[in-house]
C-alpha cells in the first residue's frame, strides 16, 4: 500500500526559508512521478512542482526561482526547498504520487496518492 508522510511546515517571515520532506512507503519510489501541491483558503488546490522518474523537473509560474524539488531515493524523501518565502504562499501543502506520468501533470485528479499535508505560513 502507497503511503506518503508530510512533514517540515511551520510558520516564518516573508523572506524566510523551509524545507518540506515526503517520505514515502510501499512502492518504488524512483519509478513514481511526484508532485507538490499546495491548497490556500478558499481556494482550489494547485500544482507547485513536479518531479519525474528521470529527475527532470517543472515548477508553476508563481514559485520559479524560489523554490527546489528533489529526491533522495535513498530515504525514499521528496523534498521541496523554499526560499524567498512570500505572504502567498501561505497554504497545506500536499506531496503526491503517480504510477505513471500524468497527461495534465498539474491537474490534482491525476494523483491517487496523497500526504495528509503540512502547513505553511508567512507572515509580513
Known amino acids: 500500500q502507497v503511503r506518503l508522510v508530510d512533514s517540515g511546515g511551520g510558520e516564518v517571515q516573508a523572506g524566510g526559508s523551509l524545507r518540506l520532506s515526503c517520505v514515502g512507503s510501499g512502492y518504488t519510489y524512483s519509478a513514481y512521478f511526484m508532485a507538490w501541491f499546495r491548497q490556500a483558503p478558499g481556494k482550489e488546490r494547485e500544482g507547485v512542482a513536479t518531479f519525474d522518474s528521470s529527475g527532470r523537473t517543472s515548477y508553476a509560474d508563481s514559485v520559479k526561482g524560489r523554490f527546489t524539488i528533489s529526491r533522495d531515493t535513498a530515504k525514499n524523501t521528496l523534498y521541496l526547498q523554499m526560499n524567498s518565502l512570500k505572504p502567498e504562499d501561505t497554504a497545506m501543502y500536499y506531496c503526491?504520487?503517480?504510477?505513471?506520468?500524468?497527461?495534465?501533470?498539474?491537474?490534482?485528479?491525476?494523483?491517487?496518492?496523497w500526504g495528509q499535508g503540512t502547513q505553511v505560513t508567512v507572515s509580513s
Open positions: 503526491a504520487a503517480a504510477r505513471f506520468t500524468p497527461v495534465r501533470p498539474w491537474n490534482r485528479s491525476a494523483y491517487p496518492y
